[in-house]
């Protein structure tokens, strides 16, 4: 299945180990598999080249996988959403009409009829309490055209959403002048196409109203971004991005970092 990292059946069975429980050291996955720690530390390296999260949403034999988990921290470490709050929605749609949808990130699967087709994936993670400041609502849409796949399974081309921010260990950033960027890279695997539209936005009103940010230096997939930081306010963004080809992303934070 991840014949993209060279991995053997054992080193492939302990990376879906690790992807599963992403907190297991190497040792404790080799251990409960009973395979020797060589190969539970090889799938590690698979896994933390992939920045120890799933790998990314692919189209095989005739299903799409999109489980991507709920929340992800800087460092690449992800949790899927809890089957018992309402606090994620996740939805399906091919050639406009919705397929799937699910309450439970874990199961954003299902199955596709053969030939090419244009797909849509909506998502929404909303979490908020007394531990739970910041990032309270996430909204993302991709849209993308799915070609047949030529082999067993084609990794789909999904525009992501990257915020490349200096940031303390609580998301908080200086007030005042304050600089970024973003990037809108495509997965390894589906050919790279030019962005050709960007657009990020700024609200300090929890998405009330939005004011729209300069972009400079534009290179590739990626943008710097200005924005004059409010004392003592949240800001919440919102960013879209569209190729060539028709792949586009779109994604809303509220409250995505505080500022001191």
Request: aromatic share 8%; proline share 5%.
């Amino acid at each position: 299945m991840l014949e993209a990292l060279g991995l053997s059946e054992d080193e492939e069975r302990a990376y879906q180990r690790l992807v599963a429980g992403p907190s297991e050291s190497a040792d404790e996955v080799a251990t409960g598999l009973g395979v020797e720690a060589s190969v539970a530390a090889t799938a590690l390296a698979g896994l933390e080249e992939k920045g120890r999260g799933y790998p990314p949403s692919m189209r095989e034999d005739g299903w799409l996988f999109l489980t991507q988990g709920a929340f992800t921290d800087a460092a690449g470490h992800y949790a899927h959403s809890d089957v018992y709050f309402p606090e994620y929605t996740g939805r399906i749609l091919v050639d406009g009409q919705e397929i799937w949808a699910t309450d439970w990130s874990l199961f954003l699967n299902e199955k596709i009829a053969d030939g090419d087709h244009d797909v849509v994936v909506e998502t929404r993670v909303q979490r908020e309490n007394p531990f739970w400041q910041l990032s309270t609502d996430v909204e993302t849409r991709w849209s993308f055209r799915s070609e047949q796949p030529t082999s067993s399974r084609t990794v789909l081309p999904m525009i992501g959403v990257d915020y490349r921010m200096d940031l303390s260990a609580t998301n908080s950033a200086p007030r005042g002048h304050y600089r970024f960027e973003v990037a809108f890279p495509t997965p390894q695997g589906p050919a790279a196409s030019r962005i050709e539209h960007r657009r990020v936005e700024v609200s300090w009103g929890h998405g009330t109203t939005w004011e729209r940010l300069p972009l400079s230096r534009c290179e590739k997939d990626a943008c710097s971004v200005t924005v004059s930081n409010r004392a003592a306010a949240t800001a919440s963004l919102r960013a879209e991005a569209e190729d060539r080809l028709g792949r586009s992303v779109e994604q809303t934070i509220i409250d995505a970092y505080a500022v001191r």
